[in-house]
């Protein structure tokens, strides 16, 4: 009787992972020329990956259920999924956010963070590919400092917009328009320094 082919859970990690960093081109491809009838046009190809990406997750435990053998531990498996998965999700909240506050035009505030955010999912991308051969890697940790000094500029920059928004804008309506914006594209770029935050403890625990 043929075997069973092992279940490569790095490569669908790493499925994830381009997934997510393809979200967040498209979100920046959106915001290049940005109006609310490009984003209505395109923001399906993010929710699309999105929904892939959940088929992913579902896989992934789904064998985890039935599998013997892990590569590594069951429970680090399910964090690093939940964590990518999350980077798919804040990427997808923020097409359906700018949509429903009917966001008219994007600021240069919003244009950095979503810059920063194609950085940083790149570089989840790189550090997942690389988790695989974690022990050999010589790329892995660099990669994951350069997540981290990407979410650190991005938080300086949510406190300054903060600032101005606090501080400039006259219009409620606006301020709360741009505070939610503001938050949700702050969350991203924390889920994804929370990927590589994972991967930096489990490269820490299985050495």
């Known amino acids: 009787m043929a075997r069973k082919k092992q279940f490569d859970y790095f490569g669908e990690l790493e499925h994830l992972a381009k997934n997510a960093h393809q979200a967040a081109e498209i979100l920046e491809m959106i915001a290049i020329d940005y109006s609310l009838e490009k984003l209505e046009n395109e923001a399906e190809k993010i929710h699309v990956l999105e929904r892939e990406g959940d088929k ?6 789904s064998e985890l259920y039935i599998s013997f053998i892990t590569p590594i531990d069951r429970e680090d498996i399910v964090e690093i999924t939940q964590r990518l998965d999350d980077v798919l999700d804040t990427i997808n909240s923020i097409a359906y956010l700018l949509s429903s506050l ?12 979503i810059t920063y955010g194609v950085e940083a999912t790149a570089g989840v991308l790189t550090a997942t590919k ?4 974690f022990k050999n890697s010589k790329t892995l940790h660099a990669m994951i400092d350069e997540v981290s000094d990407i979410e650190g500029k991005a938080d300086k920059l949510y406190s300054d917009a903060l600032k101005n928004l606090f501080t400039l804008e006259k219009n409620p309506i606006e301020v709360i328009r741009w505070k939610n914006v503001y938050d949700q594209l702050e969350e991203f770029l924390n889920a994804c320094e929370s990927v590589v935050d994972v991967i930096g403890g489990l490269v820490i625990k299985n050495s």
Not at 102 to 113: H, I, P
């Open 130 to 133: 690389e988790f695989a051969k």
């Open 56 to 61: 992913i997750v579902q896989k992934i435990m």
């Open 102 to 113: 009917v966001v008219k035009e994007l600021n240069d505030n919003a244009m950095v963070f």
